[in-house]
């Protein structure tokens, strides 16, 4: 079986391994010319089902509670096994027990364990809340790594290449994000920084509450860190605005005042897919099938998705299969 995979962000490579894994001839088609660029190079790469469980809906826990498990098989080294730690300023501990009601799979924590945990914090934070078995990774070494695997399985990549009239193949699978015609589908701008500093080290994400403006700092190599919280309902890719990157840099001395000194590596906007309910769907139309909607859940959903589509392609070829 021939199939071709419409982009190349987390949903396109995850499902072209999971096709090609299974046997598949695979060809990956992107417009741009290489990896990145799209909402997908932007990501944090928090792998933490529960915490997202505290504003999403059950089947983000159910789909993505595994997908720890998966990127680690997959890419063995690029998956980080240290949890989430989330946190609050003692005048916000309301919203940290908002957070704890609504989600599972945490313990609390007090100020002497956050200073075991995080010693940078250490007297900083009086209560919080440790996701034991979260992960995180780095989005683009896992992006690069998963492409590296894929062409020595063999699969085909064509970067700079217009995908929508693919001919020559017995599949399809339609991965574009926001670049679909699909008119269910809204944009959700996310900006995010990386920060550079040497008078921090953080070993695992780390979720500072707040009312107004809630933030999480990915700890990355080289002392860099993922800033993010951002969540716009807006399809502008336009570069961050003044605003976001205030309050971005508020949260982030907020957490720790050495970030005020920080260098300021990069700025990135990510326009995330989303449907009207915020889940992701597989869906087939005749030959072709579409994996959309992803969210902010990209790295967290993206392996359930690719094995829904690839059953769905081999289901099927049983059953012609059985007819013939």
Known sequence: MRVLVKGA??????????????GATVTVAEIRHGLGGNASWFAGGMLAPWCERESAELPVLDLGRDAA????TVLPGQVTWAGTLVVAAPRDTGELDRFA??????????????????PDLAGRFRRGLLFSDEAHLDPRQAMAALHDKLAAMGVEFRFGADARHGSG??????CTGMAAVDDRLRGVRG?????????????????????????????RADMQFMIGATMIESQSARPVTARSMMELLG?????HPAFGEAEIVETGVGVRPAFPDNL????????????NGLYRHGFLLAPAMARQAADLFFQSRQKQGACS
């Open 9 to 22: 962000g987390v949903a396109g490579l995850t499902a072209a391994f999971e096709l090609a894994a299974r």
């Open 69 to 72: 498990n998966w990127w680690n």
């Open 101 to 118: 009601s609504r989600t599972s799979g945490h313990r609390r924590v007090d100020e002497d364990e956050i200073a075991l945990l995080e």
């Open 169 to 174: 193949f017995d599949r399809q699978i339609d």
């Open 191 to 219: 900006e995010m920084l990386i920060l550079r500093t040497l008078d921090i080290s953080l070993s695992r994400p780390v979720r500072l509450l707040h009312p107004r403006f809630p933030l999480y700092a990915v700890p």
């Open 251 to 255: 949260a982030a001395y907020a957490l």
């Open 280 to 291: 992701p769907r597989v869906e087939t139309s005749g030959d072709s099938v579409a994996i």
